[in-house]
């Protein structure tokens, strides 16, 4: 599952100086974006596709396309040397391996971290799935993880505060791989229904 994975926590550092005569103040941290406005871009996000960058935990790189079609439907298009694909339709995930002939290996999407932005409805101020929310480096950040299944791992979204906009995210499986996913400028597209079906993807290929 390490290309669906694909798809740490911040913290906050305190420093504490030695006691002087002199206070001099640190740096001002802008405060996160409110969780209910992240899950209002989140639910607005409908049939949209940007281009993506992927590094992977052994250093490799990765580029392609990936394509969204709320709810329930991803797919991220791997260009060469990779041509790999991951297709997320139908609740279930695919993954089509470019150097095999044997079919995709599927999982369950709600077995993935795909589906805590995928769901119909994203309401993050009330999800048990949010286990952190912050600020690092200038972007807000939201830690998600499967309250049910947490040796998964964890998924960590990074949000441009304004506009808003989910530039990346970071996914750390259960061993402590973490994969690095940048998200270009999303743009609406539409799609043919066939775009996200697992079936003529395998019947195709």
Same mark, same amino acid.
């Given at each position: 599952m390490k290309r669906i994975r694909a798809l740490a926590g911040p913290a906050l550092t305190f420093v504490a100086a030695a006691v002087t005569s002199v206070l001099v103040a640190g740096p001002v941290v802008a405060a996160?974006?409110?969780?209910?406005?992240? *899950?209002?871009? &989140?639910?607005? &996000?409908?049939?949209?596709? $940007?281009? %993506?960058? =992927?590094?992977?935990?052994?250093? *490799?790189? *990765?580029?392609? &396309?990936?394509?969204?079609?709320?709810?329930?439907?991803?797919?991220?298009?791997? $260009?060469?040397?990779?041509?790999?694909?991951?297709?997320?339709?139908?609740? =279930?995930? !695919?993954? %089509?391996? !470019?150097?095999?002939?044997l079919p995709p290996e599927q999982y369950p999407l709600s077995q993935t971290p795909l589906n805590l932005i995928l769901r119909s409805t994203v309401d993050w101020r009330v999800s048990? +799935?949010?286990?952190?929310?912050?600020? =690092?480096?200038?972007?807000?950040?939201?830690t998600v993880q499967d309250p049910n299944r947490p040796e998964i791992g964890t998924m960590t979204m990074f949000f441009e505060p304004s506009p808003i906009r989910l530039a990346q995210w970071i996914v750390t499986d259960e061993s402590g791989g973490r994969t690095l996913v940048k998200l270009g400028k999303m743009t !609406?597209?539409? %799609?043919?229904? +066939?775009? %996200?079906? &697992? $079936?003529?993807? !395998?019947?195709?290929?």
């Open positions: 996160p974006v409110s969780l209910a406005a992240l *899950s209002n871009y &989140i639910n607005g &996000i409908g049939s949209v596709q $940007t281009d %993506f960058t =992927q590094l992977n935990p052994d250093g *490799s790189r *990765s580029e392609g &396309i990936v394509k969204i079609k709320r709810p329930g439907r991803m797919r991220f298009e791997y $260009t060469k040397p990779d041509n790999s694909l991951v297709l997320a339709g139908a609740g =279930q995930v !695919a993954i %089509f391996d !470019a150097k095999s002939n048990r +799935s949010v286990v952190g929310h912050g600020e =690092q480096d200038g972007m807000t950040t939201v !609406a597209a539409d %799609f043919p229904p +066939s775009t %996200f079906s &697992i $079936t003529n993807e !395998a019947r195709n290929r």
